[in-house]
């Protein structure tokens, strides 16, 4: 177990250091967020579309389609250099491989929100104060479910002549339960609503993570079957 | 004061025929496919 | 296991013969509900557009279920026959989705005034068939049969699992869909004769996907079976 833990370290580690030096899904990613915030803050109408109304479901559609910019790098890159095949006959139990995929998923995305998140607030001119602990719980639980349905399926349409396209089409159905939990959690935060009402939406998050983690930890191995 | 029934049955005759069409041209297509 | 062109011809004119069975329960189906059921006198005839609409989305998600549940039974057992059923009940389901989407706007416009809402429910069913058609569109873009057959069963699986969350969710917000009937732990609240048409057609409609999934999976079989003749 340790042991998988550690190889999947070592993968993500590596991972993260090629990305270090290219940097081009991580740019990509937040200028494209950086884009997302300025459009949608010029695109409405300020009487009647106030910042406030907006501003949860602007948040989450950045998140979500940043992210996904980043996901399909991960594999393109190893296609690229047909490193899976060196990855693969190296002794190493499967879970490594998802696990260390995941966790370097999970940092691309974790930064492209940090940046976002700043340049939300910058732009919307909301007030987090006292929503700023409840919200960063709820992208947290929000994220760790999706990043991992996206690992998987990243995975698989390297393999195909649409990758960019394909990744999008089939993900973006799994984003809705999250997304919706999420917004509807983030306008209430925003709204000044405690935490503690968030509960039943909160648990929601929780058992989508649990439940796609694992079943996505489990089928991966699949992918790569000879 | 009674309820009144609203006059929409344009609507239902439009719904019906598309589930027919549907349902005919797909059994068409498995059976043309079948032919072949 | 290579399915036999006998085997799956056999298939074929099996399904076709339940599918012609099931088109004749579909017209006593429409008989019923036009002139057997009486009219609902808030919501006047376009309510009647329920009787079809309702058992399309059950077969529709009896078609996704099967698609996941058989894409699993595949990445477990490996038989390729159950790949082929999977990619049958997927082109099944699709066929049911598009019934749903177009009968479900003609029956919102003249009860809720609108053609369409964002509401939970209508999202996640359109979300539902995209998913259908995402999974037949990898579907295409894969020609290595095996590695079709197990990236198929992953999207199916997860597809599967994802239902569930839609269901949860059409509780956890308020919508303008007409709250479950029939899926209450309550009685269904509806005139007798209303619920017999319901039930006639829900049992048509689940006729119908046999039918119709079998015949395309003898198709799909027959595929295989000339493929193999062929020398490929």
Known sequence: MTETLRLALVLAAKDLRVERRSRTALVSAVVFAALVLVIFNFARDPATVTAKMLAPSVLWVTFTFASMLTFNRAFALEKENAAIDGLLLSPMPRGALFLGKYLANLAFVATVQAVTLPLFVLFFNVGLGQALGGLLLTIVLATIGFVAIGTVFSAMVVRTRFADLMLPMLLLPFLVPPVMGAVAVTTRLLSERPLSEQVAWLRFLGVYDVVFLTICAMVFPAIFDE | MGIETPDNGSYMVAAYVVVCVVVVGYAASLWRRSKQ | ?232
């Not at chain 3, 003249?110 to 990898?138: H, K, N, Q, S």
């Not at chain 3, 015949?215 to 493929?227: F, H, N």
């Open chain 3, 1 to 232: 296991m290579i399915p036999t062109l006998d085997d799956a011809h056999a298939t074929i004119r099996r399904g076709l013969l339940i599918t012609a069975l099931a088109l004749a329960g579909v017209a006593t189906v429409i008989i019923m509900a036009l002139w057997l059921t009486p009219t609902e006198v808030r919501q006047g005839l376009a309510q009647k557009i329920f009787y079809l609409h309702a058992p399309s989305a059950w077969a529709g998600l009896l078609a996704f279920s099967l698609t996941g549940i058989t894409g699993g039974l595949y990445l477990w057992l490996r038989d390729p026959r159950l790949d082929l059923f999977s990619e049958a009940s997927a082109e099944v389901g699709l066929v049911f989705g598009v019934i749903v989407l177009t009968t479900g706007p003609i029956w919102g416009k003249p009860i809720w005034g609108t053609w369409w809402t964002w509401d939970a429910r209508l999202t996640l069913t359109l979300f539902l068939f995209f998913l259908f058609v995402g999974y037949m569109a990898l579907r295409n873009a894969l020609s290595d049969p095996a590695e079709r057959a197990r990236f198929s069963a992953v999207v199916g699986i997860l597809g599967l699992l994802l239902v569930p969350f839609v269901h949860l969710s059409v509780y956890m917000f308020r919508t303008l869909h007409p709250q479950p009937v029939l899926l209450k732990p309550s009685a269904p609240s509806m005139d007798p004769r209303m619920l017999r048409t319901l039930l006639t057609s829900v049992g048509v409609f689940t006729l119908l996907y046999l039918g119709f999934v079998t015949a395309r999976y003898g198709l799909s079989l027959r595929r295989e079976a000339r493929g193999v003749a062929d020398g490929d």
